[in-house]
């Protein structure tokens, strides 16, 4: 017989070790990336900007949820910024699944014991990153691009979309079938880790004002992964 507890402990630690190798990659490419710029004389922590950005979040099988976030970044060397930012997105999974799930109810002194299906059409995540990353910036007078690697912990509110259902009523919990007591689609994610894998260009329109057109791919360690456009002022 399996056991869900040990097999979601299973999945736990795998989806753990997923992730520390991704800090591990992180931290490695960071790294490397300060020493083959350390001959560079800007100073440390020297200048500092700050972006508003917003845009749209989609994924292979989803429909299109909306993107806003704020950022603030320093420089490390002239081309490589250290950023923090705090925003939110909205993730919208497409399934199709039958949701089962029972329970006890009282009327008066009446005890009965209910189970109920119901069909679900959408997973819909909200979701509050706060991240942490690299920039670094192809420089020049007009246009820079630029490549970006972020780490994030999100906070998620997960809502399902629901088309219909059925309901039963039982005597006794003993009546009520095994399929209606433990579903494992009942589980609602309310926070996960995330790697963010970017490119974009800095248009400059005068000396402390530039529009930012940014592509990102977002790798989640328990939700869908996404991608996103976003259009920003840095300034």
């Known amino acids: 017989m399996i056991n869900p507890e040990k097999t979601y402990q299973q999945y736990l630690f795998l989806k753990l070790s997923s992730f520390k190798k991704l800090l591990v990659l992180l931290l490695f490419l960071s790294t490397n990336i300060f020493f083959a710029q350390a001959e560079n004389k800007s100073t440390l922590f020297s200048t500092f900007n700050f972006g508003v950005y917003g845009g749209i979040n ?6 299109i949820g909306g993107v806003f976030s704020i950022e603030g970044k320093t420089n490390l060397t002239t081309n490589l910024n250290l950023k923090f930012s705090l925003g939110y997105y909205k993730s919208i999974e497409l399934v199709n699944y039958t949701l089962r799930s029972s329970g006890m109810n ?8 209910s189970a109920s299906e119901e069909y679900i059409t959408e997973r819909v995540y909200d979701v509050l990153p706060i991240s942490i990353g690299l920039q670094y910036v192809f420089r020049n007078k007009t ?22 259902g059925k309901s039963w009523s039982y005597n006794t919990y003993e009546e009520v079938p095994d399929k209606f007591k433990n579903n494992p689609n009942q589980r609602f994610y309310n926070e996960s880790f995330g790697i963010a894998f970017g490119l974009g260009v800095l248009y400059n329109i ?11 791919f977002i790798y989640d360690n328990e939700i869908i992964n996404s991608h996103q456009f976003l259009v920003g002022f840095n300034f």
């Open 58 to 63: 989609f994924a292979d099988v989803s429909e």
């Open 106 to 113: 009282r009327i008066d002194t009446l005890t009965y014991y």
């Open 143 to 164: 246009i820079s691009p630029y490549i970006l690697l972020d780490g994030s912990y999100n906070y998620i509110d997960t809502k399902r979309t629901r088309n219909g």
């Open 206 to 216: 005068k000396k402390s004002l530039n529009i930012d057109f940014r592509y990102l």
